[in-house]
């Protein structure tokens, strides 16, 4: 699973990373926001891990853009924020999930895992593969268009 | 006229020319002092720009390093790299490493906070803090206290406490800051002892910080005392705290002192509290000191009554609408409204009271029927 995360602060940028290779992810990063929206569209990522206040481009932005890129994407907003209606905001714009500052890294992987779960799941339930059929007893039609012997 | 006007110009630039040695002494001096100017500001922006460069080369050889003891499992290693000792040598790499720390701590919590912690105290930060908080200078002083609050440093309560009613605002306001932050209800305590006033804008932050707080059972006792303190301040605070923490054990105190206690913004206080408790109050206590106050509490009264008030109150606010002005006697239309919509049927007596409050009320009576 491919994660992407935008902090401001380096020393944070890392400690999530750190963290988040030892689950075995691939880490993806950006300070600032910088060339996010490059990244965003070449990696494809799963999730995002971004906070609101950027240099390079608006949390609000950020999100929109990730969202009419890759629908499905994960998004996790670390916020000081408490404001009922800017959470409100953000989860209209596409935001999954609002976590407060300060935050415990175990919930932001808690998250994580959860939805690459869900994921997996989901992927179990769709139709079989087109391989799937040649398993199956092969119909023999006859040159009258019957399946009769 | 002008050309008096022009003589006597000319006049003056005859008598006050000043000679051409004058004239040389006054361009040496603006070269001067234009070129002093001009070291300042490039020496200044030299400085900015250094410090700036050697920042990002500090946090760049620290990052790596202190992300992996802040995410290591065990206890961070007590070696320090030379390049890290190299930093801690100068001052400025001090100071860069301590608020990175200070950053990471506000942001954190659970292990990592704790491995920052032991960073901090490993790498003498903290010995520096404690320096920071005996200076003379208050701003040196108030960022030591920030700095140790932050980093749960409990050991130096004594000495934050003490600060907590210091002469100088901001070395107060960060004492009282970080007692809240450590001790929460309980550090409250600064409350017995302090002179000094506490500012709106502090009273708001400390409600802030114990926002996601219950105070324990015996809070209340303490409470009952800071209503009755001396210091203004802290009986207004006292009262936010009883509002927003719903403590209605101190509801006799507030009814029989504040409302009655001589500074009219407590009064105010105290009478916008009553809100917070609809089941405990009577508002008989309001209609007592309703002629007695001043216009502002007046207000606050009727607007308290919107939503405490009964059928008790309709004649009480009758008696307003007919005699108090214009703004006073609006107010209590739109409490009597909100009391008893039925009341809306007195818009024909009003009618028949040919005064200019009429006048008025009806407005009131006919926005809030259209709302």
Same mark, same amino acid.
């Given at each position: 699973?491919?994660?992407?995360?935008?902090?401001?602060? $380096?020393?944070?940028?890392?400690?999530?990373?750190?963290?988040?290779?030892?689950?075995?992810?691939?880490?993806?990063?950006?300070?600032?926001?910088?060339?996010?929206?490059?990244?965003?569209?070449?990696?494809?990522?799963?999730?995002?891990?971004?906070k609101l206040r950027l240099k390079y481009i608006s949390g609000f932005?950020?999100?929109?853009?990730?969202?009419?890129?890759?629908?499905?994407?994960?998004?996790?907003?670390?916020?000081?924020?408490?404001?009922?209606?800017?959470?409100?905001?953000?989860?209209?714009?596409?935001?999954?999930?609002?976590?407060?500052?300060?935050?415990?890294?175990?919930?932001?992987?808690?998250?994580?895992?959860?939805?690459?779960?869900?994921?997996?799941?989901?992927?179990?339930?769709?139709?079989? $593969?087109?391989?799937?059929?040649?398993?199956?007893?092969?119909?023999?039609?006859?040159?009258?268009?019957?399946?009769?012997? | 006229?002008?050309?008096?006007?022009?003589?006597?110009?000319?006049?003056?630039? #005859?008598?006050?020319?000043?000679?051409?040695?004058?004239?040389?002494?006054?361009?040496?001096?603006?070269?001067?002092?234009?070129?002093?100017?001009?070291?300042?500001?490039?020496?200044?922006?030299?400085?900015?720009?250094?410090?700036?460069?050697?920042?990002?080369?500090i946090q760049k050889r620290m990052t790596q390093w202190i992300a992996?003891?802040?995410?290591?499992?065990?206890?961070?290693?007590?070696?320090?790299?030379?390049?890290?000792?190299?930093?801690?040598?100068?001052?400025?790499?001090?100071?860069?490493?301590?608020?990175?720390?200070?950053?990471?701590?506000?942001?954190?919590?659970?292990?990592?906070?704790? %491995?920052?912690?032991?960073?901090?105290?490993?790498?003498?930060?903290?010995?520096?803090?404690?320096?920071?908080?005996?200076?003379?200078?208050?701003?040196?002083?108030?960022?030591?206290?920030?700095?140790?609050?932050?980093?749960?440093?409990?050991?130096?309560?004594?000495?934050?406490?003490k600060n907590s009613n210091s002469k100088n605002d901001l070395v107060?306001?960060?004492?009282?800051?970080?007692?809240?932050?450590?001790?929460?209800?309980?550090?409250?305590?600064?409350?017995?002892?302090?002179?000094?006033?506490?500012?709106?804008?502090?009273?708001?932050?400390?409600?802030?910080?114990?926002?996601?707080?219950?105070?324990?059972?015996?809070?209340?006792?303490? #409470?009952?005392?800071?209503?009755?303190?001396? %210091?203004?301040?802290?009986?207004?605070?006292?009262?936010?705290?009883?509002?927003?923490?719903?403590?209605?054990?101190?509801?006799?105190?507030?009814?029989?002192?504040?409302?009655?206690? %001589?500074?009219?913004?407590?009064?105010?206080?105290?009478?916008?509290?009553?809100?917070?408790?609809?089941?405990?109050?009577?508002?008989?206590?309001?209609?007592?000191?309703?002629?007695?106050?001043?216009?502002?509490?007046?207000?606050?009264?009727?607007?308290?009554?919107?939503?405490?008030?009964?059928?008790?109150?309709?004649?009480?606010?009758?008696?307003?609408?007919?005699?108090?002005?214009?703004?006073?006697?609006?107010?209590?239309?739109?409490?009597?409204?909100?009391?008893?919509?039925?009341?809306?049927?007195?818009?024909?007596?009003?009618?028949?009271?040919? %005064?200019?409050?009429?006048?008025?009320?009806?407005?009131?009576?006919?926005?809030?029927?259209?709302?």
């Open positions: 699973m491919k994660i992407l995360v935008v902090e401001s602060n $380096p020393i944070l940028l890392k400690i999530i990373e750190i963290q988040l290779l030892h689950q075995n992810y691939s880490v993806y990063s950006s300070i600032d926001g910088e060339q996010v929206r490059q990244l965003i569209t070449h990696i494809k990522p799963d999730v995002i891990i971004t932005e950020l999100i929109r853009f990730a969202k009419s890129e890759i629908p499905d994407v994960f998004i996790i907003v670390i916020t000081k924020i408490n404001q009922e209606t800017i959470i409100q905001d953000l989860q209209k714009a596409g935001a999954n999930i609002c976590i407060k500052r300060p935050f415990y890294v175990e919930q932001l992987i808690h998250f994580i895992s959860e939805f690459n779960l869900k994921k997996t799941t989901q992927t179990a339930k769709l139709p079989l $593969p087109e391989i799937i059929p040649l398993y199956k007893q092969p119909i023999q039609l006859y040159k009258d268009g019957t399946r009769k012997l | 006229m002008v050309h008096a006007n022009y003589n006597i110009f000319q006049q003056f630039i #005859l008598l006050y020319t000043p000679s051409i040695e004058v004239l040389q002494r006054a361009a040496v001096l603006f070269f001067g002092i234009s070129v002093i100017l001009l070291i300042i500001i490039y020496s200044n922006t030299y400085i900015e720009k250094r410090n700036f460069l050697l920042k990002i080369m992996e003891q802040i995410t290591t499992t065990e206890t961070p290693a007590a070696d320090i790299p030379k390049r890290i000792s190299k930093i801690l040598n100068s001052k400025y790499g001090k100071k860069i490493i301590t608020d990175e720390l200070i950053t990471l701590k506000k942001n954190l919590q659970g292990k990592e906070a704790a %491995n920052i912690i032991y960073l901090y105290i490993e790498l003498g930060l903290k010995n520096d803090s404690i320096k920071k908080l005996y200076s003379k200078k208050w701003y040196i002083k108030a960022k030591g206290i920030n700095e140790l609050y932050t980093m749960d440093q409990r050991d130096m309560l004594k000495v934050i406490y107060r306001t960060e004492a009282q800051t970080g007692l809240v932050h450590m001790y929460g209800f309980d550090g409250l305590r600064f409350l017995n002892v302090i002179s000094n006033p506490i500012s709106e804008w502090q009273q708001v932050k400390l409600l802030a910080q114990l926002q996601n707080q219950q105070p324990d059972n015996v809070f209340y006792q303490k #409470l009952n005392n800071w209503l009755q303190s001396k %210091n203004d301040s802290v009986v207004i605070f006292s009262l936010k705290i009883a509002a927003t923490k719903l403590i209605h054990q101190v509801i006799p105190i507030i009814v029989q002192n504040c409302l009655y206690h %001589n500074n009219s913004m407590i009064r105010k206080t105290a009478i916008e509290s009553l809100i917070f408790f609809p089941e405990h109050i009577n508002t008989l206590s309001l209609r007592k000191i309703y002629p007695t106050e001043i216009k502002q509490n007046k207000l606050s009264i009727l607007s308290v009554l919107q939503k405490l008030g009964g059928q008790q109150d309709i004649n009480f606010l009758k008696e307003i609408i007919l005699k108090e002005e214009i703004d006073i006697a609006k107010s209590a239309m739109i409490t009597l409204l909100k009391i008893a919509p039925e009341m809306i049927n007195w818009k024909e007596h009003l009618l028949i009271q040919k %005064n200019k409050v009429t006048q008025y009320t009806l407005h009131a009576l006919d926005e809030i029927a259209f709302q």
